[in-house]
T-cell receptor
Framework: EPEVTQTPSHQVTQMGQEVILRCVPI?????FYWYRQILGQKVEFLVS????????KSEIFDDQFSVERPDGSNFTLKIRSTKLEDSAMYFC???????????FGSGTRLTVV | DAKTTQPPSMDCAEGRAANLPCNHS???????VYWYRQIHSQGPQYIIH???NNETNEMASLIITEDRKSSTLILPHATLRDTAVYYC?????????????FGQGTRLTINP
């Protein structure tokens, strides 16, 4: 079964450093998303992406965050200057249609120290 | 998106049917009901979705009441691997990349 692949599975970074989280969505999917989950809390929407532009973003997705689809396969989330409160599991997801079910990746655990 | 209400936890014996309820009394006519689950800290997994008709796939069945104000996810023969947090989400299914708004879900424990 096709999968959404996320790398790395775990990243530790120092506060103030830039991180890039990488995702390879399913190849024929057109809609891409990032979500995050702080330990013990709900899964939260960050951003959706379609046709090479952001469709919607949440309040969490401030100027420190950016997304990019640099080629036909990768979808990245960049955090410019990490804060302690950015520590969370970050999930990438994709879907073939806007109304279909998403496929989520297994996540990247980001730890900011 | 309409708000959903789910019990925080449920238990079910292995091999029995697990019936997970969800209330969505403010659902509007163009909103779909989606079910996802999250096993431990893995990424959420899509289970099923529907608009007004009952739906069935290889994982589960979704029963939506006629007034669409509530629904039930049925796992017909629960196994230990079905232990997870189950999320009921309503959202507009068409028009652009629609986000999912996760609540706290129902923590389902399957007991041997």
């Amino acid at each position: 079964e096709p999968e959404v692949t996320q790398t790395p599975s775990h990243q530790v970074t120092q506060m103030g450093q830039e991180v890039i989280l990488r995702c390879v969505p399913i190849s024929n999917h057109l809609y891409f998303y990032w979500y995050r989950q702080i330990l013990g809390q709900k899964v939260e929407f960050l951003v959706s992406f379609y046709n090479n532009e952001i469709s919607e973003k949440s309040e969490i997705f401030d100027d420190q965050f950016s997304v990019e689809r640099p080629d036909g396969s990768n979808f990245t989330l960049k955090i410019r200057s990490t804060k302690l409160e950015d520590s969370a599991m970050y999930f990438c997801a994709s879907s073939v249609t806007p109304g279909g079910g998403y496929t989520f990746g297994s996540g990247t655990r980001l730890t900011v120290v | 998106d309409a708000k959903t209400t789910q019990p925080p936890s449920m238990d079910c014996a292995e091999g029995r049917a697990a019936n997970l309820p969800c209330n969505h009394s403010t659902i509007s006519g163009n909103e779909y009901v989606y079910w996802y689950r999250q096993i431990h800290s893995q990424g959420p997994q899509y289970i099923i979705h529907g608009l007004k008709n009952n739906e069935t796939n290889e994982m589960a069945s979704l029963i939506i009441t006629e007034d669409r104000k509530s629904s039930t996810l049925i796992l017909p023969h629960a196994t230990l691997r079905d232990t997870a947090v189950y999320y009921c989400i309503v959202r507009v299914g068409i028009q652009g990349a629609q986000k999912l708004v996760f609540g706290q879900g129902t923590r389902l424990t399957i007991n041997p």
